[in-house]
């Protein structure tokens, strides 16, 4: 059965272009919430592949202590718009305790059905704990036979496991027009147990100056053109090796969908946006190693997700895209962000970003934490940005800042909960920033409650830097904010501190460039705030 569907905009616009939007929304929210049931046949074992059918790589994700993710995706072409089509293939995987696959520990047969874009996501169990595995996938038979690369991944330690330390880096925003992905074969070579990446993962739209690379095709609105663009930036040897080193923690923002979209709603109030969303949260899955119970159905995919590393370390990773209100305040016609000055929207306490739900399953997760960190990996800028230079104040209202009830109910449920150091991390803004996070930010004197470190871009461009230097001035609970570069930040959680690193690139459109370490900071163990290490 072949489930090929061409959903191309047209270039009519008004009343035809909705009547088309309204059936593609019917048509795509069915196709999405199919699913093949396991009992398909005709799988075949093996079959000539007209190149390598790894051209993707190998990647692994979501760990823990007994389990871990482990992922491909047949694709031949990472250029092209058909894929493999409706063929089946079977795959088989091995999970081994030694680079050499001398000591197979686990292995098995996956079918690679189309209608997930021919990618499989094995969820190894069984394992030990806090140790490196290794794996790899086959496919094929004979002469067409085909391995894909060995990827290495790490489950998590034991969860009485108190001591030790946890190496991980986090990163977002990796516009691959804008520059060449060095920080990955940079970070590579600090070889983290763990990449935490907060979104922005791939670029819908073609933007900014100086641009080292195309993506080759307009914006994408089907599944087929969101699965060619992930394969574009999967093609990226520096990014495939990373995934291939460690395993990630992964959530979205904006645009792997379309740029500030708030849960049903697209910026430009385009009509049959749900079947556009429901395409591209398809295609994350499709390239991500996540779960099956983060696979998306009837257009709706569970991400959220919690993850512990023993007894040092909790990761609440959060999705403040999918269930968040609309955007207050927007321009006349429009959806989307906006700076705003006078906006009592804004302030409605019954405005969410995570959604209640969201709300409660962390707050309920707060409560039963027991680790020394707990890291609340989230999009963007936690902490208050008054962008208003003297009397007056002006937010932003596509982050927290649009939703200052919703962050207070945040910070309430750390103190509360009485949350052990607390680190919250972001991305989104294209900037460094680090800040105190206050327990109210509009009493300025209020205690400390908790850490941010929000990270600059892979290679989107930030803001200039004059704009931050003055923000700087107007919100003194930030202790570190600077633009001009491009990179990750690299932490370090050991019982009794958090040494965050943050590594920029000296210039992410030289493909040979350099990295650099632009500051470091140490927060101490029961101590919340950073200081300069």
Same mark, same amino acid.
């Given at each position: 059965?072949?489930?090929?569907?061409?959903?191309?905009?047209?270039? =009519?616009?008004?009343?035809?272009?909705?009547?088309?939007?309204?059936?593609?929304?019917?048509?795509?929210?069915?196709?999405?919430?199919?699913?093949?049931?396991?009992?398909?046949?005709?799988?075949?074992?093996?079959?000539?592949?007209?190149?390598?059918?790894?051209?993707?790589?190998?990647a692994s994700g979501a760990p823990a202590e007994d389990s871990?993710?482990?992922?491909?995706?047949?694709?031949?072409?990472?250029?092209? !718009?058909?894929?493999?089509?409706?063929?089946?293939?079977?795959?088989?995987?091995?999970?081994? =305790?030694?680079?050499?696959?001398?000591?197979?520990?686990?292995?098995?047969?996956?079918?690679? /059905?189309?209608?997930?874009?021919?990618?499989?996501?094995?969820?190894?169990?069984?394992?030990?704990?806090?140790?490196?595995?290794?794996?790899?996938?086959?496919?094929?038979?004979?002469?067409?036979?085909?391995?894909?690369?060995?990827?290495?991944?790490?489950?998590?330690?034991?969860?009485?496991?108190?001591?030790?330390?946890?190496?991980?880096?986090?990163?977002?925003?990796?516009?691959?027009?804008?520059?060449?992905?060095?920080?990955?074969?940079?970070?590579?070579?600090?070889?983290? %147990?763990?990449?935490?990446?907060?979104?922005?993962?791939?670029?819908?739209?073609?933007?900014?100056?100086?641009?080292?690379?195309?993506?080759?095709?307009?914006?994408?609105?089907?599944?087929?053109?969101?699965?060619?663009?992930?394969?574009?930036?999967?093609?990226?040897?520096?990014?495939?090796?990373?995934?291939? =080193?460690?395993?990630?923690?992964?959530?979205?923002?904006? /645009?792997?969908?379309?740029? @500030?979209?708030?849960?049903?709603?697209?910026?430009?109030?385009?009509?049959?946006?749900?079947?556009?969303?429901? =395409?591209?949260?398809?295609?994350?899955?499709?390239?991500?190693?996540?779960?099956?119970?983060?696979?998306?159905?009837?257009?709706?995919?569970?991400?959220?997700? /919690?993850?512990?590393?023993?007894?040092?370390?909790?990761?609440?990773?959060?999705?403040?895209?999918?269930?968040?209100?609309?955007?207050?305040?927007?321009?006349?016609?429009?959806?989307?962000?906006?700076?705003?000055?006078?906006? @009592?929207?804004?302030?409605?306490?019954?405005?969410?970003?995570l959604g209640f739900e969201q709300e409660r399953w962390l707050g309920a997760g707060?409560?039963?934490?027991?680790?020394?960190?707990?890291?609340?990996?989230?999009?963007?800028?936690?902490?208050?940005?008054?962008?208003?230079?003297?009397?007056?104040?002006?937010?932003?209202?596509?982050?927290?800042?649009?939703?200052?009830?919703?962050?207070?109910?945040?910070? %309430?449920?750390?103190?509360?909960?009485?949350?052990?150091?607390?680190?919250?991390?972001?991305? %989104?803004?294209?900037?460094?920033?680090?800040?105190?996070?206050?327990?109210?930010?509009?009493?300025?004197?209020?205690?400390?409650?908790?850490?941010?470190?929000?990270?600059?871009?892979?290679?989107?461009?930030?803001?200039?830097?004059?704009?931050?230097?003055?923000?700087?001035?107007?919100?003194?609970?930030?202790?570190?904010?600077?633009?001009?570069?491009?990179?990750?930040?690299?932490?370090? !959680?050991?019982? @009794?501190?958090?040494?965050?690193?943050?590594?920029?690139?000296?210039?992410?459109?030289?493909?040979?460039?350099?990295?650099?370490?632009?500051?470091?900071?140490?927060?101490?163990?029961?101590?919340?705030?950073?200081?300069?290490?």
């Amino acid at each position: 059965m072949k489930l090929t569907v061409k959903l191309r905009t047209p270039a =009519a616009s008004g009343s035809d272009r909705r009547q088309w939007l309204s059936r593609s929304a019917q048509l795509c929210a069915a196709l999405l919430a199919w699913h093949a049931p396991a009992s398909r046949s005709v799988v075949p074992a093996g079959g000539a592949f007209a190149a390598d059918p790894f051209a993707l790589g190998v990647a692994s994700g979501a760990p823990a202590e007994d389990s871990v993710v482990i992922w491909t995706r047949l694709c031949t072409d990472p250029l092209a !718009l058909e894929g493999l089509g409706a063929q089946q293939w079977r795959v088989g995987w091995e999970c081994a =305790a030694d680079e050499a696959f001398r000591r197979v520990v686990r292995r098995g047969q996956v079918v690679a /059905h189309p209608d997930l874009g021919h990618s499989v996501h094995v969820e190894v169990d069984g394992l030990q704990p806090g140790r490196p595995y290794w794996y790899r996938f086959h496919v094929g038979s004979g002469a067409s036979a085909a391995t894909s690369p060995v990827g290495r991944t790490l489950t998590a330690p034991p969860r009485a496991a108190a001591g030790g330390a946890l190496r991980f880096a986090f990163a977002s925003c990796q516009q691959y027009e804008q520059g060449w992905y060095s920080a990955w074969r940079h970070l590579l070579d600090e070889s983290p %147990d763990l990449v935490v990446f907060l979104g922005d993962y791939i670029y819908e739209s073609s933007w900014g100056r100086h641009k080292v690379r195309a993506h080759g095709r307009g914006e994408p609105f089907t599944l087929e053109e969101y699965r060619a663009r992930h394969a574009l930036y999967r093609s990226d040897a520096h990014l495939q090796r990373m995934h291939a =080193a460690a395993p990630w923690l992964v959530t979205w923002d904006d /645009h792997e969908v379309d740029n @500030d979209y708030a849960r049903d709603r697209a910026e430009d109030l385009a009509e049959g946006f749900p079947a556009r969303r429901a =395409a591209a949260y398809q295609a994350f899955f499709e390239h991500m190693p996540l779960r099956e119970l983060a696979r998306p159905r009837d257009g709706v995919m569970r991400l959220h997700s /919690h993850h512990r590393f023993g007894a040092l370390a909790e990761f609440f990773v959060l999705d403040d895209r999918q269930y968040r209100d609309y955007q207050a305040c927007p321009r006349p016609g429009r959806g989307g962000s906006r700076r705003v000055t006078d906006c @009592d929207e804004r302030l409605d306490p019954t405005r969410t970003l995570l959604g209640f739900e969201q709300e409660r399953w962390l707050g309920a997760g707060f409560a039963q934490s027991r680790a020394r960190w707990n890291v609340i990996a989230q999009q963007t800028l936690f902490s208050q940005l008054d962008s208003a230079p003297g009397p007056g104040q002006r937010f932003w209202t596509d982050g927290w800042d649009g939703y200052p009830a919703a962050r207070r109910r945040l910070t %309430d449920a750390i103190s509360g909960s009485k949350l052990a150091n607390p680190l919250i991390i972001g991305g %989104d803004v294209h900037a460094n920033w680090v800040c105190d996070v206050l327990e109210d930010f509009e009493r300025p004197r209020s205690r400390v409650i908790a850490t941010e470190f929000c990270g600059t871009s892979i290679t989107s461009q930030g803001r200039p830097q004059r704009q931050l230097d003055l923000e700087r001035v107007e919100n003194p609970h930030v202790r570190f904010a600077e633009s001009t570069h491009r990179g990750y930040v690299s932490m370090r !959680l050991t019982p @009794d501190r958090c040494e965050a690193t943050l590594r920029v690139l000296d210039d992410v459109t030289d493909p040979h460039t350099a990295i650099r370490t632009r500051a470091a900071f140490v927060v101490e163990s029961g101590h919340p705030g950073a200081h300069s290490a």
